[in-house]
């Protein structure tokens, strides 16, 4: 096992891989509870979606540690899963198994952008101010999304949105929650999303909110999910922004979650350069093909792998460990299952708090960067679409590099996902 893994050659040991493997599984094993709970508004089987998520967060977790050797962990992407659930199923009106087949269909164009060296062009066409502003958009998104399943923010026919009644149990546990998992998280405790979940959902016992059944089980059955995309659906003329915007965000996704974390580890050669690049975008794409064929939105690479970076990880060992963890967790549906909604909607917030710090890195002394990453950011909440808050922000990219008499700055994707916007918003 050390010699496959290059463990000495890593400067890391069996120990240490299998602490980081751990770290990285208890940071992010949160979405085993959150994800079928955002899944379930579209109508699927909550206990399908459980296992969907558990066994794609294992089997690509462990296909990542074996295939590239890297301590990075797959799950189903927050936002993404956003996307699917309240923007093309709930905003839409298109089934779930369609929305599944847009995300099948979009892991085998990603499948195929690696294979074919086209991800280079793609990646580095895209400036990073657009990739930033996509990151925190995402980030307002889930909080806009959070807060309302919290009660801290309700619908109004004359304002659009205003403050909910703070004053209800519901509300009071939620913000209990979120405090709990800052504190936690500033203290560097890798389970704070999970710690807080558990004790927001353990405080509205007393209420009759909360109401568990038990810890241990045999798994539910996945047959209600399992192979249930529609893929001529999904290759509908109507669906295809959407199999587009799915590809675009795991494309983004997976290179800023790449770069973040092979940098911390000290994996990024001296030029900047990723190595073992295509094996881990292959990974990555097999995920979310996989996840479709399960029964969940796009699986992709988890930043908080970075936990377990922190702990020492540094081979495929780590994800190794962390996927057979997914997999164990399988049997602790009644637990996962019995979390309520407003214990996991703080978890939500959380996450868009982080996502938002990709802002901080956007060149505020060029308007030119700036305009576009906030329009696109600030888009996406506000429109309640991340397909329509990306092509705001490339049209806005593109009209103001050009005006400002800098049109050799657009890349040649921007310009392709600009004009394909653009057309889609004038026919809508």
Same mark, same amino acid.
């Given at each position: %096992?050390?010699?496959?893994?290059?463990?000495?050659?890593?400067?890391?040991?069996?120990?240490?891989?299998?602490?980081?493997?751990?770290?990285?599984?208890?940071?992010?094993?949160?979405?085993?509870?959150?994800?079928?709970? +955002?899944?379930?508004?579209?109508?699927?089987?909550?206990?399908?979606?459980?296992?969907?998520?558990?066994?794609?967060?294992?089997?690509?977790?462990?296909? %990542?540690?074996?295939?590239?050797?890297?301590?990075?962990?797959?799950?189903?992407?927050?936002?993404?899963?956003?996307?699917?659930?309240?923007?093309?199923?709930?905003?839409?009106?298109?089934?779930?198994?369609?929305?599944?087949?847009?995300?099948?269909?979009?892991?085998?164009?990603?499948?195929?952008?690696?294979?074919?060296?086209?991800?280079?062009?793609?990646?580095?066409?895209?400036?990073?101010?657009?990739?930033?502003?996509?990151?925190?958009?995402?980030?307002?998104?889930?909080?806009?999304?959070?807060?309302?399943?919290?009660?801290?923010?309700?619908?109004?026919?004359?304002?659009?949105?205003?403050?909910?009644?703070?004053?209800?149990?519901?509300?009071?546990?939620? $913000?209990?929650?979120?405090?709990?998992?800052?504190?936690?998280?500033?203290?560097?405790?890798?389970?704070?999303?999970?710690?807080?979940?558990?004790?927001?959902?353990?405080?509205?016992?007393?209420?009759?909110?909360?109401?568990?059944?038990?810890?241990?089980?045999?798994?539910?059955?996945?047959?209600?999910?399992?192979?249930?995309?529609? +893929?001529?659906?999904?290759?509908?003329?109507?669906?295809?922004?959407?199999?587009?915007?799915?590809?675009?965000?795991?494309?983004?996704?997976?290179?800023?979650?790449?770069?973040?974390?092979?940098?911390?580890?000290?994996?990024?050669?001296?030029?900047?350069?990723?190595?073992?690049?295509?094996?881990?975008?292959?990974?990555?794409?097999?995920?979310?093909?996989?996840?479709?064929?399960?029964?969940?939105?796009?699986?992709?690479?988890?930043?908080?792998?970075?936990?377990? +970076?922190?702990?020492?990880?540094?081979?495929?060992?780590?994800?190794?460990?962390?996927?057979?963890?997914?997999?164990?967790?399988?049997?602790?549906?009644?637990?996962?299952?019995?979390?309520?909604?407003?214990?996991?909607?703080?978890?939500?917030?959380?996450?868009? $708090?982080?996502?938002?710090?990709?802002?901080?890195?956007?060149?505020?002394?060029?308007?030119?960067?700036?305009?576009?990453?906030?329009?696109?950011?600030?888009?996406?909440?506000?429109?309640?679409?991340?397909?329509?808050?990306?092509?705001?922000?490339?049209?806005?990219?593109?009209?103001?590099?050009?005006?400002?008499?800098?049109?050799?700055?657009?890349?040649?994707?921007?310009?392709?996902?600009?004009?394909?916007?653009?057309?889609?918003?004038?026919?809508?």
């Amino acid at each position: %096992m050390a010699f496959s893994f290059g463990l000495r050659d890593a400067g890391t040991t069996v120990r240490t891989e299998l602490l980081a493997g751990l770290t990285t599984w208890l940071a992010m094993v949160y979405i085993v509870v959150v994800n079928p709970d +955002i899944l379930a508004t579209t109508g699927m089987d909550h206990g399908a979606a459980f296992v969907a998520t558990c066994l794609g967060a294992g089997i690509a977790t462990i296909a %990542m540690g074996l295939y590239a050797n890297y301590p990075l962990a797959l799950a189903p992407g927050m936002g993404l899963n956003a996307y699917f659930a309240f923007a093309v199923v709930g905003g839409l009106g298109l089934s779930w198994q369609v929305a599944l087949g847009a995300v099948f269909l979009s892991g085998l164009l990603f499948l195929a952008v690696s294979l074919l060296h086209v991800r280079e062009w793609l990646i580095n066409t895209i400036p990073m101010s657009l990739k930033l502003g996509i990151g925190a958009g995402i980030g307002f998104f889930l909080a806009l999304i959070g807060l309302e399943n919290m009660g801290i923010v309700a619908a109004s026919p004359a304002t659009l949105v205003t403050l909910g009644h703070l004053g209800t149990p519901r509300t009071l546990l939620a $913000c209990g929650g979120f405090v709990i998992m800052a504190a936690l998280a500033a203290r560097g405790v890798a389970a704070a999303v999970l710690i807080g979940m558990l004790a927001t959902a353990a405080a509205g016992i007393p209420f009759g909110l909360t109401t568990f059944t038990g810890i241990v089980s045999a798994p539910p059955s996945l047959a209600p999910t399992f192979l249930q995309m529609d +893929i001529g659906g999904a290759l509908s003329l109507g669906a295809a922004s959407i199999v587009l915007t799915f590809f675009l965000v795991d494309v983004l996704d997976n290179a800023g979650t790449l770069i973040a974390t092979t940098h911390r580890a000290g994996l990024m050669r001296p030029d900047g350069t990723v190595p073992r690049l295509q094996q881990a975008l292959t990974a990555d794409s097999g995920g979310a093909i996989l996840g479709a064929a399960l029964g969940t939105s796009t699986v992709t690479s988890y930043i908080e792998s970075a936990a377990g +970076i922190q702990a020492g990880g540094r081979t495929g060992l780590a994800a190794v460990v962390t996927g057979v963890l997914f997999l164990a967790t399988l049997f602790f549906a009644p637990l996962a299952t019995a979390i309520p909604g407003f214990a996991t909607a703080p978890a939500l917030v959380f996450v868009a $708090c982080l996502m938002a710090r990709a802002l901080r890195d956007v060149n505020w002394d060029d308007m030119t960067d700036y305009l576009p990453a906030v329009a696109t950011a600030i888009a996406m909440p506000f429109t309640f679409s991340i397909a329509a808050g990306i092509g705001i922000g490339f049209i806005v990219h593109a009209v103001v590099k050009t005006l400002a008499g800098r049109p050799g700055e657009v890349g040649g994707a921007v310009w392709l996902i600009a004009a394909a916007s653009g057309a889609k918003f004038a026919l809508q």
